[in-house]
Every structure is written in structure tokens, then in C-alpha cells.
């Protein structure tokens, strides 16, 4: 199997409940889960306080490997990703466009990015294109990173889903490869199962291999060094228990990297 740093997205076991989640993970293999920063008060007010998740996590090997997401200009979901970042020991943080717009203010948004890059700086701040949204491709948010001042710790959340669906892969072949905090790895139909964009990517994406994406060539346009966070959000898997999830989206997307490895 791959020796690559592999963890699996909250979305991809969006209803099981913390232990099983941590327990499925660290079964199949995973290196890590992420944690939802729009989640964190809710979180601990069932009980689940950083103390108690950190012991769970070191009970199975398990790592906090991603926290998400910051929305642009959101102070609350910053000041979370802060505390989380520090109970956790997490380096690498999403940050997302606001899923209701197509259209940003660029200058406020570059501002905020600044300060944020500023106040976390040893947090990767891994910016995630959104098609439909006001940063629907990489260079896109390539131009953020710029207005904002380019500080190294500001970069990219690449995922499948959204370049397959979106600007395609010749939309990614510039990235600076220093810049690729993470990799979000799905599959699907090229073809969209429903008109609106959102409601069909939270329904029917499918594990590495079991669609239509060039994933292969996909993976080669990016570096071997970044994580591989798997997000598989599909209803048909919201169906299976997360032991058999978790089983599945490893060995789908292990063999996926091994041959995008294979050159």
C-alpha cells in the first residue's frame, strides 16, 4: 500500500459518530482525520472537548489532519480553527469561499487573508476553489494569494471533484507545487447527475476508480509530497457502516496513487 500521508475528510463519513469515525480511520489505515471548525462549539457541548478527542485519537495512532472549513471573512470560524489548531497540534487548515455567491469582494477578501496568514503563521491556509462560487478555479485563487501578499504559509486545497467539474485540468498545470497544501481525492461522473452544482456534489461522488475522472494525470500535475485527503460525499456510502468505509475509500485510493506513481 501506499507510504503516502493519507487522511479521510469529515464529508466522507459525514454522519458516523466520532469514536466510529476514529475507529474506522485507524483500522483501514488512514493516517489522519479532519475536524469541522463550524462544528467545534457543537462539538464540545456534546461532550467531545479537545482533552477527550486528543485521547481518543492517541488511543488509535490518529491525527487531527486537516481543519475545516475557515470561510472567507468568518472572525468566529478563525477563532476556532485557532483553538482547535492549538489543542491539536495542526498545521494545515481549508479555506473556502462562501458556498451562496458567486461574486467576492476581492479587496476585503485579500485583506482578511493577509491578517489571517499574519496571525497563524504556522498554519497552512490551504484555499479551496469552488465552481459557481467567487473563486471557481486555481487561478483564481492564485490571484488571492497574490493581492494578499503571497505569504508562504498561503496556498491550495486541490480537489478532483471541483476541477473535473470545473475548469479541467489545464486549470491546475501552473500551480506552484510549493503552494499544494493538500489534495482532496474523489471520483465521479463527468456528467452532472443534478442541474445545481452544490446539491450534486454532496450526493453522488464515488470512491478512486469507480467514475470518470483522469485521476491518474490528475495526481501527476501535483506534488508527491502533499497529504491526500479523502472526500467522498455520496449517499450511497451514507448507507454502509464506517468500518466498510473506510476499508473501501483506502483501498480505492491507495491503488489510484500507486499508479499515478507507476510512470
Known sequence: MTKREMNLGFMSMRHASLPDRVAAAASAGFNGISLRADQWAQTKASGWDAPRIKALLDKHGLQVSEIEPMRFLRDDLLEATEEMARAFGTTRAQVTPPLDAATIDTAAVAAWLKKVAARMPQ?????????????????TAQRLIDLAGGAPNLGFCVDSWHTFRGAGLDSIRSIDPARVFMIQIDDGPMKPTLPDFFPDTLRFRRPCGEGEFDLVSFMRLLPESAPVNVEVISEELDRRSPAEVARLLYATTAATLEKAARR
Not at 498554519?123 to 487561478?139: F, K, M, N, S
Open 123 to 139: 498554519i497552512e491556509l490551504a484555499i479551496e476553489y469552488l465552481p459557481t462560487t467567487g473563486v471557481p478555479d486555481a487561478p
